[in-house]
Each structure stands twice: as C-alpha cells, then as structure tokens.
C-alpha cells in the first residue's frame, strides 16, 4: 500500500507493520470456521499421490489457528509470507511452493479466493482456480484471469472425475 500511495517503508517499519497485523488478527481470529469442502479436500489429497501445499501470505504463526481448525491428522506443508520478499499478487510465493513439492509451476493448480491469488498464479505460471467463498465474485475471479470459478467441492469432484482422487 505504501509504494501505491508513492511512500518508501524501511524493512524495519515492514516488519513492524506485519508484525502488528498479525497480532490484531489473531486477537479477532478466536473461533476460526473451515470453508466448506476444505477439510474433504485436503483429506482426499491426503490419500492421493498428489502433492499439495497451502501457500498463503499470512504468517505461519497467524494461520495456527485456521489450519488446527481443519482437524487433519498430520500437519500440512505451508508456505508462509515470511519465506519470501513480495507477497501476493507477485508469484514469489507460489514459485516457492512449487518448489517446495518439487514441481514444475505450470503442473500446479492454485486454487484461490481473491483477485491477488489469481493474479500471482497467472504469474507463476500456474493454473488459477477460483473460489468464491472469499474475497471476491466469480466476475472479479475471471476477470483476474481464474480459469475456471468453482467451489472446493467441485475440485474434490473434478479430481475425483480425473482418476486422481480414490473413488
């Protein structure tokens, strides 16, 4: 926001602005809800050979909440904020991830709520699949590039169609 609005911030001042949002969002992050679809989602790849990460540009530390609300037996991968210079929409983010699974970004889906999310998987590289449960309309999603707009559901279902998920 600072370079929008024709500012420079110290990586200090960075930090300290990141660090501070943080904190406010755990403050109001008490009682986290799963999307719907995420925790079958993340359970059927679980079981798959597919490999999956959550990327976010959140904080590790300001998604403990969010992810232990999904209940999954095993902690997943997740590629955070901190592991990278430019957040969302740059691809730094996503490129890590990629890289992390050991796959080559155009072999991704990213799987996304906001036109942020669109916008750094178009530039990874990557196939954008955009969910509306989020930040965004499906015209926003599309308009941002999201091949296709679905809900997690459906990539369950469409996977499953694939013969990538067990039946």
Same mark, same amino acid.
């Given at each position: ?39 079958? /989602?993340?359970?059927?790849?679980? /079981?798959?050979? /597919?490999?999956?990460?959550? %990327? ?49 970004? %155009? ?61």
């Amino acid at each position: 926001m600072a370079e929008r609005a024709g500012q420079q911030l110290s990586d200090a001042d960075q930090e300290r602005i990141d660090k501070r949002s943080g904190e406010i969002y755990d403050e109001l992050n008490t009682d986290p809800q799963t999307t719907a679809g995420a925790r079958s /989602l993340l359970l059927a790849l679980d /079981l798959s050979q /597919l490999k999956w990460a959550i %990327a976010t540009s959140s904080r590790a530390e300001q998604t403990k909440a969010s992810v232990a609300a999904l209940d999954l037996p095993a902690p997943p991968t997740l590629i955070d904020g901190s592991h990278v210079k430019h957040a969302k929409p740059a691809p730094d983010l996503l490129l890590l991830a990629a890289d992390e699974l050991e796959t080559r970004p %155009a072999e991704c889906w990213y799987v996304g709520d906001s036109t942020w999310d669109i916008r750094a998987s178009e530039a990874a590289g990557m196939l954008a699949v955009g969910v509306t449960y989020g930040a965004a309309n499906e015209s926003d999603l599309i308009d941002a590039g999201a091949d296709t707009v679905t809900s997690l559901g459906d990539v369950e279902s469409d996977l499953r169609g694939r013969g990538l998920l067990r039946p």
